[in-house]
């Protein structure tokens, strides 16, 4: 007859299965018109191993750093492609705009566990080049273009007015578009 101790451990006959980790013991008793006699050996259930939940930022800009943490504190960490690089102490650089994926990675002798998160690399904004004529008279217009479609026009005092491009001359002196 086979039992065991505590509930760390199923059994069925003589295949036990590890069901909590911690210890348990196995006992084997053998009865015949003699009597009886008990064996036992104690039995350590490892634990799986546990990936945790890796804690980051969704989204982060080229050329910046966060910090990776996980609830599990025996794995390494990897990258799937070249967008993050990550230093020997959890920190990770955005190198490349796109997705990359980190990998927390938890092994031990019962087999290994992944937990992944997907970060957004963001492009740095780039206000382009502004072309087109660097004088104006006062009371003309002119047209200026920015090598990029997306941002907002303004200028630094009140010689010059800008309205999408359009660029018109108000008193005479030095402004900054």
């Not at 039995?43 to 939940?53: E, F, K, M, N």
């Not at 990897?78 to 020997?88: E, P, R, V, Y």
């Amino acid at each position: 007859v086979w039992f065991v101790s505590n509930s760390n451990l199923l059994h069925t006959d003589s295949i036990i299965q590890g069901r909590f980790a911690g210890f348990d013991t196995v006992f084997c008793t053998v009865s015949n018109y003699c009597g009886s006699d008990t064996a036992h050996k104690v039995v350590h259930v490892l634990p799986l191993p546990d990936a945790g939940i890796i804690t980051a930022h969704d989204s982060i800009c080229i050329g910046i750093t966060d910090s990776l943490i996980n609830s599990s504190s025996s794995g390494t960490w990897s990258a799937t492609n070249s967008n993050i690089f990550i230093s020997h102490d959890n920190i990770i650089t955005a190198i490349n705009k796109g997705f990359d994926t980190i990998i927390y990675t938890a092994t031990n002798s019962c087999g290994t566990a992944y937990s992944n998160k997907i970060i957004l690399i963001l492009p740095l904004p780039d206000a382009g080049i502004i072309l087109g004529q660097d004088s104006i008279c006062v009371g003309s217009t002119i047209t200026l273009r920015d090598t990029m479609s997306t941002g907002t026009w303004a200028v630094i005092n009140t010689h010059l007015t800008v309205s999408a491009g359009i660029i018109g001359g108000v008193t005479a002196g030095r402004d900054t578009v």
